[in-house]
């Protein structure tokens, strides 16, 4: 089995910054992708960002595009999302996702899931 645990939310104030991380543990592929959901309260979960197993190519809700990046680094286990001017409306649990079938996949219907992390975006 694949295990995923987030870190690195917290409260920010709008405009803002913030990093969250993602670590896998268990059993991997060489062709596992890695991506990003949040959920708000009273709201479905939504896809934010997605990245290939070998970072080449990357893919982003239009909500986010020029404002967050998603990264990896295979010697750590480890996907980022590095958030940049935050609003109010950023404001969610952050999931970590993962799919053996490529970055497409993953922005998609990911096979697995971590237990998220709370960001909370002050106005």
């Known amino acids: 089995q694949v295990q995923l645990v987030e870190s690195g939310g917290r409260l920010v104030q709008a405009g803002g910054s913030l990093s969250l991380s993602c670590e896998v543990s268990?059993?991997?592929?060489?062709?596992?992708?890695m991506g990003w959901f949040r959920q708000a309260p009273e709201k479905e979960r939504e896809f934010v960002a997605a990245?290939?197993?070998?970072?080449?190519?990357?893919s982003y809700a239009d909500s986010v595009k020029g404002r967050f990046t998603i990264s990896r680094d295979n010697a750590k286990n480890t996907v980022y999302l590095q958030m940049n001017s935050l609003k109010p409306e950023d404001t969610a649990v952050y999931y970590c996702?993962?799919?053996?079938?490529?970055?497409?996949?993953?922005?998609?219907?990911?096979?697995?899931w971590g237990r998220g992390t709370q960001v909370t975006v002050s106005s």
């Open positions: 268990g059993r991997t592929f060489s062709t596992i992708a």
């Open positions: 990245i290939s197993w070998s970072g080449a190519r990357t």
């Open positions: 996702a993962a799919d053996s079938r490529g970055h497409l996949a993953v922005a998609g219907n990911p096979t697995y």
